[in-house]
């Protein structure tokens, strides 16, 4: 099995794996995203002989991690063949993607997986949140504030006026927003804009600046939101109005990919009536790989902990990446000191983007002080070197924006 970098004359193959592995997959909607240039620098391919097997697409990617930025590698599809499956292809790519990820000083790979549990082996942990809603209109409350801004709306496709608006509210976000805001390639950016059912709605103020935005469809009275964001309050109750406007056409909403801080309060005037009820259902997905800890590490830490705490990290994949490392006193480093705690690469994930807390991650036993057997799972006292840890490392609201 020969595996090397592919180009977009192999695009045709790459669909026909595509086809046969995703059901989902609709060639011509995807047409734009095959046909960027911007798509093609990390595309990798398996051949068995001169015949592609298996495919493999990631491209740089910037995203914030507790506000600051990193360049990333985004992993936005892997597919293999059916009969080829099982054999290690999907490892054997992902090692050569780290290798040359690591090579450009790359420090994260990102993916949206369809097999959590392949990924968790492979060293991706669970690094954001989001939620999705789903609620009947008269959940909705009518109470809405002052807001003193426009909404603009219409169709994406075709309307250079909408698409603009998209992408100044998209740089407003980037700039503005505490979460994990992404800056994608081309070929992901601008793919919305070659949809034929999607619109957006834009709340701006009388200078034009952005201070909310949402895309969403419609069909059959029901109005898919596939992303809803704001800048301050007064965005949010634009936003709001702008879908109280659609009693007449809209009977239920569904809100996908939405924040874990959601100002729920402000939206709903109950979670339940009359036989209708808010659902708000987990949606995370997005997992993170991290390729080299001690950067990271020094990068994410904060540096005003006058304690210290010795942590050894186990990584089945990249042997490199066992390390023991000691973390406090404004910095980071490598240390040959019995270790405090123990912790997997997966699990180094959520505790560096603020996902989940060092004392949570102890007490589910992923956070170890000794044997995972030995935590108390009722009224006990935190150790001291969980609550160090979390002092360097406090949880942090996190949410997929993308």
């Given at each position: 099995?020969?595996?090397?970098?592919?180009?977009?004359?192999?695009?045709d193959?790459?669909?026909?794996?595509?086809?046969?592995?995703?059901?989902?997959f609709?060639?011509?909607e995807s047409?734009?995203?095959f046909s960027?240039?911007?798509?093609?620098?990390?595309?990798?391919?398996?051949f068995?002989?001169?015949?592609?097997?298996?495919?493999?697409?990631?491209?740089?990617y910037?995203?914030?991690?507790?506000?600051?930025?990193f360049e990333c590698?985004?992993?936005?599809?892997?597919?293999?063949?059916p009969?080829y499956?099982?054999?290690?292809?999907t490892?054997?790519?992902l090692?050569?993607?780290?290798?040359?990820?690591?090579?450009?000083?790359?420090?994260?790979?990102?993916?949206?997986?369809?097999?959590?549990?392949?990924?968790?082996r492979?060293?991706?942990?669970?690094?954001?949140?989001?939620?999705?809603?789903?609620?009947?209109?008269?959940?909705?409350s009518?109470?809405?504030e002052?807001?003193?801004?426009?909404?603009?709306?219409?169709k994406?496709?075709?309307s250079?006026?909408?698409?603009?608006l998209?992408?100044?509210?998209?740089?407003?976000?980037?700039?503005?927003?505490?979460?994990?805001?992404?800056?994608?390639?081309?070929?992901?950016?601008q793919?919305i804009f070659?949809?034929k059912?999607?619109?957006g709605?834009?709340a701006?103020?009388?200078?034009?600046?952005p201070h909310?935005?949402?895309?969403?469809r419609?069909k059959?009275?029901?109005?898919?939101?596939?992303?809803f964001?704001?800048?301050?309050l007064?965005?949010?109750f634009?936003?709001?109005?702008?879908?109280?406007n659609?009693?007449?056409?809209i009977?239920?909403?569904?809100?996908?990919r939405?924040?874990?801080d959601?100002?729920?309060?402000?939206?709903?005037?109950?979670?339940?009536?009359?036989?209708?009820?808010?659902?708000?259902?987990?949606?995370?997905?997005?997992?993170?790989?991290?390729?080299?800890?001690?950067?990271?590490?020094?990068?994410?830490?904060?540096?005003?902990?006058s304690?210290?705490?010795?942590?050894?990290?186990?990584?089945?994949?990249?042997p490199?990446?066992?390390?023991?490392?000691?973390?406090g006193?404004?910095?980071?480093?490598?240390?040959?000191?019995?270790?405090?705690?123990?912790i997997?690469?997966?699990?180094l994930?959520?505790?560096?983007?603020?996902?989940?807390?060092?004392?949570?991650?102890w007490?589910h036993?992923?956070?170890?002080?000794?044997?995972?057997?030995?935590?108390?799972?009722?009224?006990?006292?935190?150790?001291?070197?969980?609550?160090?840890?979390?002092?360097?490392?406090?949880?942090?609201i996190t949410?997929?924006?993308?």
């Amino acid at each position: 099995m020969e595996i090397r970098r592919i180009d977009s004359s192999y695009k045709d193959k790459i669909v026909e794996i595509f086809l046969m592995s995703f059901e989902y997959f609709e060639p011509e909607e995807s047409e734009f995203f095959f046909s960027d240039p911007s798509l093609w620098e990390y595309v990798w391919g398996a051949f068995d002989d001169e015949k592609l097997v298996a495919a493999y697409i990631s491209y740089k990617y910037l995203a914030k991690i507790r506000t600051k930025p990193f360049e990333c590698r985004y992993v936005e599809a892997v597919a293999t063949l059916p009969e080829y499956r099982n054999k290690g292809i999907t490892k054997a790519i992902l090692l050569k993607d780290i290798q040359e990820a690591l090579q450009s000083g790359v420090n994260f790979l990102m993916l949206d997986p369809f097999k959590h549990d392949f990924y968790v082996r492979l060293g991706f942990g669970l690094g954001f949140e989001s939620l999705d809603f789903k609620f009947d209109f008269s959940l909705l409350s009518d109470e809405i504030e002052e807001d003193n801004l426009n909404i603009v709306s219409g169709k994406l496709l075709n309307s250079a006026e909408m698409q603009e608006l998209i992408e100044k509210a998209r740089k407003v976000l980037w700039e503005t927003s505490r979460y994990t805001e992404a800056i994608e390639i081309n070929a992901c950016s601008q793919e919305i804009f070659h949809m034929k059912d999607l619109f957006g709605a834009v709340a701006v103020d009388k200078a034009g600046m952005p201070h909310a935005m949402m895309v969403y469809r419609k069909k059959e009275r029901k109005m898919k939101v596939s992303n809803f964001s704001f800048i301050d309050l007064a965005g949010l109750f634009a936003l709001k109005r702008f879908m109280l406007n659609h009693r007449d056409q809209i009977a239920t909403f569904e809100m996908n990919r939405m924040p874990p801080d959601f100002p729920v309060e402000l939206f709903f005037h109950s979670r339940w009536q009359a036989g209708k009820d808010l659902k708000i259902e987990d949606a995370s997905s997005r997992m993170v790989r991290i390729l080299d800890p001690l950067p990271v590490i020094k990068e994410l830490m904060n540096r005003s902990i006058s304690e210290t705490v010795v942590i050894k990290i186990k990584d089945k994949l990249l042997p490199q990446n066992n390390l023991t490392i000691e973390i406090g006193k404004g910095t980071a480093r490598l240390s040959e000191a019995p270790n405090d705690l123990e912790i997997t690469i997966s699990d180094l994930t959520p505790l560096l983007t603020g996902r989940l807390s060092p004392t949570r991650l102890w007490r589910h036993g992923r956070l170890r002080t000794d044997s995972w057997k030995n935590v108390p799972w009722g009224i006990s006292e935190v150790p001291e070197k969980v609550k160090v840890l979390e002092s360097i490392f406090p949880p942090f609201i996190t949410h997929n924006a993308n």
